[in-house]
């Protein structure tokens, strides 16, 4: 005896789920399976097209809620819709495939899957594969930018027929394979019945071309395997584990765009800033005398310049300098600050003279 389905559960649905509910669980999950997707599954996917067929439709709905799963499989009242062997469930309930009630265009919901849908869905666009690398950079010149080169292997444009796969100096000529369409329809069947697909000519690779005489060096392909050297721009003002995107730099493919290349940058901490925003934070540590009487010091920017501060008295052992426009650079021009942390520092030990003054002060009432 057949268990009982869940269709509710198939779908990840209560039994309160409005019909919008219904429509987009069966929409993400059909995305999800669909067996001419890479990682389909056909099984899952009939699974939950059954669910839909059923809970989408009012009266099915209905039906199963009093009766359970047995009307699908032809023991219940709705079983004279039921066709071929599918479970039972009417594939004319969805747009496009009959006048059923159920309104849900496919075409639409796999779109992106190129033409299975009676020639009306959208092609995907062709594109080399993206690729990425690490690399790192210190602190300094994360705030100030940096340029760096890397060589990487990856697939590049072939350097002999500059993509083409035509032996230099000569033809091309059209492809047998397509005509010279660059596509080719094929028919297949589905869970769904049969559907006419479009996908690029794999013997053109969808240029509708092919060479008279293959070049040699990449053996027609266009592209090759090889190290390349990639010339990386930082920006001032990068964070870690920030990425570059550089489009074009990914690998490349015969006839279409390359993909992009993802740089991910590491920065290294700096031992005596830090970054906050657009602001740089440093602290420095001041003399028990300095705090009390004020002092003029100098520091090193992160520039490597040399800046002259002036340190007032303090009248808590820790206060806050701003320098302004010593921070990082905007893109569209102006810095943050540069905030400068001051701690007063106590003496681990005194001397008899400085005890003695110390001493006078406290007489002092300080």
């Known amino acids: 005896m057949r268990m009982a389905k869940n269709y509710y559960e198939i779908l990840g649905l209560d039994k309160k789920a409005s019909g919008d509910d219904v429509k987009k669980a069966f929409r993400k999950l059909a995305q999800k399976y669909h067996p001419d997707k890479a990682h389909g599954d056909e099984a899952k996917f009939k699974e939950i097209t059954e669910a839909y067929s059923i809970l989408a439709d009012e009266k099915k709905r209905r039906e199963y809620d009093s009766y359970g799963q047995t009307f699908a499989g032809g023991a219940g009242p709705a079983a004279g819709g039921a066709s071929g062997n599918m479970g039972g469930f009417d594939f004319s309930n969805f747009q496009g495939f009959g006048n059923g009630g159920v309104e849900f265009d496919l075409s639409d919901l796999f779109g992106g899957m190129g033409d299975i849908f009676g ?90 071309k092919v060479p008279k005489e293959k070049c040699t060096n990449c053996n027609g392909r266009g592209v090759i395997r090889k190290e390349e050297e990639i010339k990386i721009t930082v920006p001032a003002g990068i964070d870690n584990g920030e990425m570059i995107r550089m489009t074009g730099l990914g690998e490349a493919v015969k006839s279409a765009a390359s993909g992009d290349l993802y740089v991910k940058v590491h920065v290294k901490p ?94 002092e009432g300080l």
């Open 119 to 208: 020639g009306n869905g959208r092609g995907r666009t062709k594109r080399g594969r993206d690729i990425s690398l690490d690399i790192e950079v210190s602190f300094k010149e994360s705030i100030l930018g940096a340029k760096r080169s890397v060589l990487i292997t990856k697939v590049g444009q072939c350097d002999v027929c500059h993509g083409s796969g035509a032996k230099p100096n000569t033809e091309l000529e059209t492809c047998k394979t397509c005509n010279g369409a660059g596509r080719i329809h094929e028919t297949r069947d589905s869970v769904l019945g049969e559907f006419t697909s479009v996908r690029s000519c794999p013997t053109c690779e969808g240029s509708g």
């Open 270 to 363: 700096h031992s005596v800033f830090r970054k906050e925003g657009a602001n740089l934070i440093m602290n420095f540590p001041v003399k028990l005398t300095d705090a009390l009487l004020g002092t003029t010091v100098t520091i090193t920017t992160i520039d490597d310049k040399t800046l002259e501060v002036k340190i007032p008295v303090m009248s808590h052992t820790e206060e806050t300098l701003r320098i302004r426009n010593k921070g990082v650079a905007y893109a569209e021009g102006g810095s943050g600050d540069l905030y400068i942390k001051l701690s007063a520092t106590l003496p681990r030990k005194l001397s008899g003279k400085a005890k003695k003054a110390i001493e006078d002060l406290k007489s």
